[in-house]
């Protein structure tokens, strides 16, 4: 268990979508100056030490002036609620709520993109030029993508669990990943970046924390490579934002000032004598802007609410400009000027064709009370899927929610089913008598993990009346994730009455999409 980061666990380490509306919140909402200054404004502190220069900016001169008006000019994606895009030659990629690649152009026009996989689960992306792609894989793997989608090289990950970065030239770099984490015992830690296939190497030696269990968690974080060759380096679970030169030497060193940083993490007992894993996330995400600054993503304290970006000068270290956002995972664009745009990641998607979406993979499950349960069932209506468990906390509080939620669509062509997850059929009986659902249920017996591949419950997903993936949560996110599902639902129903009947439903073994 973790302490200190409450519901972000799921959120931000997980990196799966939590769909949230986009709340001004203090946010301007029409075209306005880049920043203003900041009144409160001090010098930062700058030491060298060791021939690094070390510098603390704890309240930057400028606060960012984020806009929620979508650009005129081309512009860089950079995170795509809260989960980093990986420049290519005209735009960026990342994955999309389904986890599925996406490219994201300069004029935010997005498009899907086919990799066949054999059903392994995407991690990281990046591009490899001449339309090819590195791929970290969730079970460990380092792939290279063709452009036709297939893999044309299987490598050797250099840690357990990576996160693929590639520089202007196309040649990878991995680090640690701060999404799935090992405890590894007894051996000597790798370097803190590892070279993918190349012979370059960054001789940047990984912390020897005190209890090696915390090597991976010490030295996971996040990596931006520049045209120089330079390695920006932003740790998971400290405050500090670091430069490498392609030698390895430390150029500089960044903090903020903030209070949830730790060096190392420790265990402790809670009240009830259980261990617990004491740390919190601080660096979310590391990117090069097109106006060549430094961006950073973190928390910005104590919370599960907000996120914080700032904006470094990639020479000194010294922060320019910050901003803080009501929402731990933010949609956010850069243009050449430094304007930052804070966007709906619901009109992102509108930019993939429904024929591209992914298709969900299909279920033929028993039905609580009798029968079976099928995808194909409920063909040319929009479906809402939520896998669940008795036995899940959040599930108990997200279900009531998402009943009510269906009921406000009645007489329209949706629909909820809720699969179970309970070894125990009675169990789950046991809990929908409890609330009086009269939703259909199919028995998944613990089966549904490996079909769906999700890494906690609750896991929603919302399906179009041809069988693709819309979106996908995982975990609950509060009221916010439902008006998001019914934002989206209804946007859903007005595009499919304003085009042609959708496909139906194709049932298939489903653990890739088809293609």
């Known amino acids: ?242 430069k490498f030169a392609p030698t390895g030497d430390t150029i500089w060193v960044a903090t903020r000032g903030l209070p949830h940083g730790v060096d190392e993490p420790r265990f402790e007992l809670d009240a009830d004598g259980r261990p617990t894993l004491d740390y919190a996330p601080v660096n979310l995400g590391l990117q090069l802007g097109p106006d060549g600054r430094v961006y950073a993503l973190s928390t910005p304290g104590y919370t599960t609410a907000h996120s914080r970006v700032d904006v470094l000068d990639p020479e000194t270290g010294v922060v320019l400009r910050t901003a803080t956002l009501d929402t731990p995972l933010p949609t956010l664009a850069a243009d050449a000027e430094g304007r930052v745009y804070r966007l709906d990641p619901f009109a992102l998607l509108t930019g993939v064709a429904p024929a591209e979406r992914a298709r969900l993979a299909a279920f033929d499950l028993e039905r609580l009370g009798g029968g079976r349960v099928r995808l194909e069932d409920f063909a040319g209506r929009i479906l809402l899927v939520n896998v669940w468990a008795s036995w899940c906390a959040p599930c108990r509080e997200e279900m009531p929610a998402l009943d009510r939620l269906a009921a406000t669509f009645a007489g329209e062509p949706f629909a909820f089913v809720a699969l179970s997850e309970d070894v125990d059929p009675a169990q789950a009986a046991a809990f929908i008598r409890e609330y009086g659902f009269t939703f259909p249920v199919g028995l998944g017996r613990g089966t549904l993990r490996a079909r769906y591949h999700y890494f906690g419950l609750p896991f929603t997903v919302l399906v179009d009346a041809g069988g693709h993936v819309m979106y996908r949560w995982a975990g609950y996110g509060g009221e916010e994730q439902i008006e998001g599902i019914r934002a989206l639902v209804r946007a859903e129903l007005r595009r499919t009455a304003a085009a042609v009947p959708a496909e139906p439903h194709e049932a298939h073994d489903g653990r890739t999409p088809a293609h």
């Not at 986890?99 to 990799?115: A, C, D, K, S």
């Not at 970290?136 to 669990?161: H, K, N």
């Open 1 to 242: 268990m973790r302490r200190g980061w409450g519901g972000l666990a799921a959120a931000a380490v997980a990196m799966t979508a939590v769909g949230v509306l986009l709340t001004t919140g203090g946010v301007r909402s029409a075209r306005g100056p880049v920043a203003r200054p900041n009144p409160s404004v001090q010098a930062p502190e700058i030491v060298h030490e060791h021939g690094a220069r070390r510098v603390r900016t704890t309240h930057p001169a400028e606060l960012l002036l984020p806009d929620t008006v979508r650009p005129t000019a081309r512009a860089q994606l950079l995170w795509f609620e809260g989960r980093a895009t990986a420049p290519t030659a005209d735009g960026a990629v990342t994955l999309d709520p389904a986890g599925e690649p996406v490219h994201v152009g300069p004029r935010l026009l997005t498009r899907r993109l086919r990799f066949h996989l054999d059903g392994r689960t995407i991690a990281s992306v990046a591009a490899a030029g001449g339309d090819r792609f590195w791929v970290s894989t969730r079970d460990g793997a380092v792939l290279l993508v063709g452009p036709d989608g297939t893999v044309r090289d299987s490598l050797v990950s250099p840690f357990a669990y990576s996160t693929v970065t590639a520089g202007p030239d196309g040649r990878a770099w991995a680090v640690r990943s701060a999404e799935q984490f090992e405890f590894p015992f007894g051996r000597a830690p790798a370097p803190l970046v590892v070279p993918v296939r190349h012979t370059d190497s960054l001789p940047v030696p990984a912390r020897r924390p005190a209890v090696a269990l915390f090597t991976h968690l010490v030295n996971a974080g996040r990596i931006a490579i520049d045209t120089g060759g330079f390695v920006y380096f932003a740790p998971f679970i400290r405050d500090e934002i670091v």
